[in-house]
């Protein structure tokens, strides 16, 4: 019963930057965790960013100090700020939600369609 739906991606120079958004709809009683994975052809699906209802954040090492993950919980929304962009970071990007229905329900997944990420000259 919950949406999630992704927007900001395309094509970037190297040195680029991006902003991706990803707002959350349907019927949500509670959201927790919210982030980002990315997968690229031939590589395993990677956790890029988390962060969790109360504004703490964890990034994977290889975007430290390039990207920047937000949330503004009034809208179920989560953001992502890809600065310095490098070909490497090229991927489809898909967010997550982990989200309850109700205040009897526990917390689960779930996931955008993903956008796609192409950085190159």
């Known amino acids: 019963q919950v949406q999630l739906v992704e927007s900001g991606g395309g094509l970037v120079q190297p040195g680029g930057s991006l902003r991706l958004t990803c707002a959350a709809s349907?019927?949500?009683?509670?959201?927790?965790?919210m982030g980002w994975f990315r997968q690229a052809p031939g590589k395993e699906r990677e956790l890029v960013a988390v962060?969790?209802?109360?504004?703490?954040?964890n990034y994977a090492d290889s975007v430290k100090g390039r990207f920047t993950i937000s949330r503004d919980n009034a809208k179920n929304t989560v953001y992502l700020q890809m600065n310095s962009l490098k070909p490497e970071d090229t991927a489809v990007y898909y967010c997550?939600?982990?989200?309850?229905?109700?205040?009897?329900?526990?917390?689960?997944?779930?996931w955008g369609q993903g956008t796609q990420v192409t950085v190159s000259s």
């Open positions: 997550y939600a982990d989200a309850a229905l109700t205040p009897l329900s526990g917390h689960y997944t779930n």
């Open positions: 349907g019927s949500i009683f509670s959201i927790n965790a």
């Open positions: 962060i969790s209802k109360g504004g703490s954040t």
